[in-house]
């Protein structure tokens, strides 16, 4: 089947529910649905569930993570490093700092920062975002990605930063404000409230 014509699914993980969309034709809504958890690990046994009434089998999903379900830490000066190894450790150590030995079950996404700048990184629970790919693969769908809701947010509404500026994204129960500074540099951690 042509990827253009492939079935897509988003859904956005909450750690309570689970909200979900289908598009159809010309990108506009065909079907949407949303599921109600008990915790964490409840959004592991509903997200199949989500899948089959979504009528996601043989399409595309796209996962977006509720900002109460990610951790955010500023990694000063990725560009420094002189290999993806590097980057890594530079990572892990900067969310190691706040969280200790708690980032062995993380998964991390690195931002793309101006040459020479800090850049905001976010860990995901390695345990969660396994799940989710392996409950898509049960129902015969494809995650082509998996992001947090910030991430996501920003590169739909704000794409390109100009010198100076702060996005924030509310969500029940959590405000997520960025900030930055000088052409790409951020100012400080994301708070997350």
């Known amino acids: 089947m042509s990827r253009s014509w492939r079935k897509r699914v988003a859904v956005a993980v909450y750690p309570e529910r689970l909200v979900w969309l289908r598009a159809g034709t010309g990108g506009k809504v065909a079907a949407k649905g949303s599921l109600t958890c008990t915790a964490a690990d409840g959004v592991l046994a509903a ?32 560009d420094s490093a002189s290999g993806w190894q590097e ?18 079950g993380w998964e991390f996404r690195l931002s793309c920062a101006a040459p020479g700048r800090a850049a905001l990184d976010s860990a995901l629970d390695r345990v969660l975002v396994d799940g989710l790919r ?26 390109r930063a100009s010198s100076y500026g702060m996005f924030v994204v509310v969500e029940p129960q959590r405000i997520c404000q960025l900030v930055w500074q000088d052409k790409g540099g951020l100012a400080e951690q994301p708070a997350n409230a």
């Open 47 to 78: 997200f199949p569930q989500a899948l089959r009434e979504a009528d996601a089998e043989g399409g595309d999903v796209v996962i977006l993570l509720s900002n109460r379900l990610v951790r955010y830490a500023i990694v000063p000066n990725p």
């Open 87 to 104: 980057i890594d450790l530079l990572t892990r150590h900067a969310f190691e700092r706040v969280h200790g030995a708690a980032v062995d």
């Open 134 to 159: 392996d409950a898509a693969a049960g129902c015969k769908a494809r995650v082509v990605s998996i992001r947090p809701y910030l991430m996501a947010a920003y590169n739909h509404s704000v794409g």
